[in-house]
C-alpha cells in the first residue's frame, strides 16, 4: 500500500469503532466537533510526509522493500537513526502548534519495545510475530496508540490479590482458544485512541508468578468487536471571548478503553503469560516513550520562553535583574532539555539488538523538565503580572463603548499595541492551563519512577565511583600508575 495521504487516513477510522464521548455514542469521530479536532491534529504526521521539505526527514526507504515508510517505523540502526526520529517529533509538534501528533511517534515506542523484548525472550515464535506486525504497519501506514496504563483498582494490591474488588483491574486473559486469546479489563489515559487504526497492549508493571494472566501484550484494530472507548472531553475550539488567531485549533484527547471479552488472534499476541518478561517490557517502553516526552516539549519551552520575554517587553520590565534572572531560568530549562535529549541519542546503547537513547539522560531529561515545569509557570506568571486572569475579553474590546478605555489604560510600554498585550497574555493562559502541567507530571511516567530509573541505572557505574573514593581517601590501593 505504501504511504498513506492525510485524506486516506481519515477515511480509514470510518469503520464502525465504538467511540462515546461525553455521554452519546460517536458515528463518525472524523466528522465529530470535537473528535475531529483530534483526528485533523494527529493528521498532520501524515500531511507532513506528503510535504517536499519535510519528506526527508519523515520518510525512510526500507532496505527489504525498497519502499518509502514512515521513519517512526523504521527500526534504527546508529545514533544519526536515532536523532533524526527525535528531529522528527520536534518538528511535528513545532508544525502541530506545541501539540505533537500522536499516531506514530508512541506507536513506535511501543512496536520497539516489543521487538525489544521479543529479542530478549529468545522466543522465534514472538520476533516473527513482531517483525511481521512491523512489516504490517509499514506496508500499511497505519496510526497506532500505545496502551499501557491499566486502572488498577487498589494500587497497593498486586493484580491478581484476592482482596481486589474484582479481577478485572487490570487487562487480563480469561481463556485461550484454538483462533487466540480473550482478554478482558480496562486501560486508561490512553492518548489519540480514538482516532488510531490499531491498538497496542502492554502491561504496566512486574508481574509475579501468580500475576502471568495478567502478564499479556498484543495488538488489536480499534473497531474489533468488545472494544469500547470513553473519550475525555477536551478543549476543541476557542471561545468567543478570546482573541481570534488564524490558526487551526490542535488538541488531543485521551480514552478509556473497555476490553469486553475480546478475541486476539495468536498473529498478534506477543506475551501470554510470560510473567518474568512483563517489567522488561514495560521497562523498554518507558524508556522509548521518556524520550519521546523531552522531544514534544521542547517547543513547548521554547514557546514559554518566548512568551516571557515577549511579554516582558511589553510591560516594560524587560531590564529589571529578577525579570532578567526569571527569563535565564526559562532559557536554562529549555535548553538543559534540548541538549540532554540529543546527547541521549549520541550517547545511545543497544538493547535487544535495537538501539535506543541513553537510559540515564532520557530520565533525567524527562525528570528535569517534568519536575520544574510549574517552576516554569510560576516564573511565567509572575512576569505577566495580574492582568493575566483579570484582562478584558476580546468581546469587550469589540464593544465601542468599551474599547476606548482599554486601548488608554491597557497600552502597557510606549510603542506596543494593547491588542499585543492582550493577545499574548491570553496565550500564556492557555499554555499554562491545568491540562499541561498534569500531563508534565504523569505523562510518560511518575517522577518517582523517573528516579527509580537512573538510580537502578546508575548501580554499576556506582561501584566505580565508590572505588575511586576509596582509592583518594586510602582505603584502598590502586592498580594504575599515579602520576
Known amino acids: 500500500m505504501g ?37 485533523d491534529t494527529a493528521a498532520v504526521d501524515y500531511t ?24 517512526y517505523y523504521y527500526t534504527p540502526k546508529n545514533s544519526e ?59 500499511n501506514d497505519l496510526s497506532m496508540a500505545g496502551a499501557m496504563t491499566d486502572v488498577k483498582g487498589d494500587r497497593i494490591l498486586r ?12 487487562i487480563r486473559i480469561v481463556d485461550r ?56 472531553p477536551f478543549s476543541a475550539r476557542r471561545d468567543p471571548a478570546d482573541f481570534p488567531i488564524d490558526l487551526p485549533v490542535r488538541s488531543h484527547t485521551e480514552s478509556m478503553i473497555i476490553f469486553d471479552d475480546v478475541l486476539v488472534p495468536w498473529e498478534r499476541v506477543f506475551l501470554c503469560g ?16 521518556r524520550h519521546t516526552g523531552c522531544s514534544y516539549h521542547i517547543p513547548v519551552f521554547e514557546t514559554m520562553v518566548g512568551a516571557a520575554q515577549a511579554i516582558a517587553e511589553y510591560n516594560g520590565i524587560e531590564k529589571v535583574p529578577h525579570i532578567r534572572q526569571q527569563i535565564i531560568d526559562l532559557v536554562i530549562q529549555a535548553n538543559t532539555l534540548k541538549s540532554l535529549a540529543k546527547a541521549s541519542c549520541i550517547d545511545y546503547e543497544m538493547h535487544g539488538d535495537i538501539p535506543i537513547p541513553n537510559r540515564v539522560l532520557t530520565n533525567i531529561g524527562k525528570y528535569t523538565y517534568a519536575s520544574n515545569y510549574h517552576n516554569c509557570v510560576k516564573l511565567l506568571h509572575d512576569i505577566c503580572g495580574g492582568l493575566l486572569v483579570t484582562a478584558p475579553t476580546y468581546r469587550d474590546w469589540q464593544n465601542p463603548e468599551t474599547k476606548d478605555f482599554i486601548h488608554k489604560y491597557l497600552s502597557g510600554k510606549a510603542g506596543t499595541p494593547t491588542e499585543d498585550r492582550l493577545r499574548m497574555l491570553q496565550l500564556v493562559r492557555h499554555i499554562t492551563r491545568m491540562e499541561g502541567q498534569v ?45
Request: glycine content about 6%.
Open 81 to 139: 537513526d536515532l536523532i533524526k526520529r527525535h528531529e522528527l517529533m520536534v518538528t511535528a509538534t513545532r508544525i502541530g502548534l506545541d501539540i505533537v501528533p500522536f499516531t506514530k511517534d508512541i506507536a513506535a515506542d511501543a512496536m520497539n519495545a516489543v521487538n525489544m523484548t521479543a529479542n530478549m525472550m529468545g522466543k522465534k515464535e514472538y520476533q516473527e510475530r513482531a517483525n511481521n506486525f512491523r512489516a504490517y504497519l509499514e506496508k
Open 274 to 289: 510470560e510473567w518474568e518478561f512483563a517489567m522488561p517490557l514495560v521497562y523498554n517502553f518507558a524508556t522509548l516513550h
Open 3 to 39: 504511504m498513506r495521504t492525510a485524506d486516506e487516513y481519515k477515511e480509514s477510522l470510518r469503520d464502525g469503532r465504538v467511540v462515546f464521548y461525553n455521554g452519546e455514542r460517536v458515528e463518525d469521530v472524523t466528522a465529530h466537533h470535537s473528535l475531529g479536532v483530534g483526528v
Open 177 to 232: 482458544t484454538n483462533d487466540g486469546i480473550i482478554v478482558r479489563g480496562a486501560k486508561a489515559h490512553i492518548t489519540s485512541a480514538s482516532y488510531c487504526n490499531e491498538l497496542l497492549v502492554m502491561p504496566c508493571r512486574s508481574m509475579s508468578e501468580a500475576d502471568a494472566d495478567y502478564a499479556v501484550s498484543f495488538a488489536i484494530q480499534a473497531n474489533t468487536k468488545g472494544v469500547i472507548q470513553i473519550a475525555h
Open 159 to 170: 493484580p491478581s490479590d484476592e482482596k481486589q474488588s474484582h479481577p478485572d483491574y487490570y
Open 439 to 483: 500531563v508534565s507530571i504523569h505523562g510518560e511516567g511518575s517522577l518517582f519512577a523517573q528516579r527509580m530509573t537512573i538510580l537502578g541505572e546508575a548501580r554499576e557505574d556506582m561501584e566505580e565511583y565508590k572505588k575511586r573514593a576509596k582509592i583518594l581517601s586510602g582505603i584502598e590501593k590502586s592498580n594504575e600508575k599515579v602520576l
Open 48 to 71: 507532513m510526509a506528503e510535504m517536499p521539505e519535510y519528506r526527508d526527514l519523515a520518510v525512510v526507504t526500507d532496505e527489504k522493500t525498497g519502499e518509502s515508510i514512515s521513519r
